[in-house]
């Protein structure tokens, strides 16, 4: 676990970061460069406004994207990080077929930050990094997870704001 969470906030932290929303909204940006005003709900058309209005909220807030004038929603230095955690994930994921061959890449990067939750938040007795989930995978497939693992534990380090649970937040 990084010195700097309690494991309260660790679960926070991923629960934000594996919300599909927030996904959805910072792998768009990366992708295609800001989203002009008012046009979220037209990129993101399969999310409700409500939905849309809150994971906005909750990114602005956590400092993950921001308003710039004239360009519209577009990600600060911290979100474009967040993306190159989440692409990194999803690499890792895609190469090992994990959780299944055929996935969406939503999913496929919630249940690969599952794996991550119980190595961030439990000390393990033998001081393995590997979580339980990670018994399940093939030794490469759980040696080549120590790479988005890092990238994880270095964002957070960086980033602790996004530890800090909201008022009402939920963006799942």
């Not at 406004?49 to 809150?54: I, K």
């Not at 990114?59 to 955690?85: C, F, I, K, Q, Y």
């Amino acid at each position: 676990m990084t010195a700097s969470f309690t494991a309260a906030e660790l679960r926070n932290a991923l629960a934000l970061l594996s919300s599909p929303g927030l996904i959805r909204l910072i792998t768009e940006i990366d992708d295609n460069g800001p989203i002009p005003p008012r046009r979220l709900a037209a990129t993101l058309p399969d999310l409700s406004s409500h939905h849309l209005r809150r994971t906005t909220h909750v990114a602005r807030a956590h400092g993950l994207a921001r308003v710039a004038p004239g360009a519209g929603l577009s990600l600060t230095d911290a979100g474009s990080e967040l993306a190159d955690v989440y692409d990194a994930t999803a690499r890792w994921a895609r190469r090992h077929a994990y959780p299944t061959r055929v996935c969406d890449f939503t999913t496929r990067l919630q249940h690969s930050l599952s794996l991550l939750v119980p190595a961030l938040v439990a000390d393990r007795a033998d001081g393995s990094p590997r979580s339980a989930g990670e018994e399940t995978l093939s030794a490469g497939a759980a040696t080549d997870l120590a790479h988005p693992r890092a990238l994880l534990l270095q964002w957070l380090d960086a980033n602790p704001q996004v530890a800090v649970l909201l008022e009402a937040e939920s963006v799942a």
